[in-house]
């Protein structure tokens, strides 16, 4: 079994960064890619990065492309989600996932909410 516990969420200017953490435990051998999704109110979910446990390869949407970074402390089994000039239309709640790959996510974190203000 792996648990998934999400940290670092809060209330934010527009502007501003937030730094949210995900850290495993559990049998996170057993898949290789750790990834950040999100869920904004009346909106589906929605992939916004991933990263393999080696850390040698990424993956990020369009709209958060050079401006979230994602990253892997094997040692402490975390993952980061540096997210810098927030805007409001990043308001959602976000949810690490463990899986195989970016269509298929075996278990899920609680979420943390990210709320941006103009």
């Known amino acids: 079994q792996v648990q998934l516990v999400e940290s670092g969420g809060g209330l934010v200017q527009a502007g501003d960064s937030l730094r949210l953490s995900c850290a495993a435990s559990g049998r996170t051998s057993s898949r290789d890619l750790m990834a950040w999704l999100r869920q904004a109110p009346g909106k589906e979910r929605e992939f916004v990065a991933a990263i393999n446990w080696r850390g040698s390869s990424t993956y990020y949407a369009d709209s958060v492309k050079g401006r979230f970074t994602i990253s892997t402390d094997n040692a402490k089994n975390t993952v980061y989600l540096q997210m810098n000039s927030l805007n409001p239309s990043d308001t959602a709640v976000y949810y690490c996932?463990?899986?195989?790959?970016?269509?298929?996510?075996?278990?899920w974190g609680q979420g943390t909410q990210v709320t941006v203000s103009s």
């Open positions: 996932a463990l899986g195989t790959n970016m269509l298929r996510y075996d278990y």
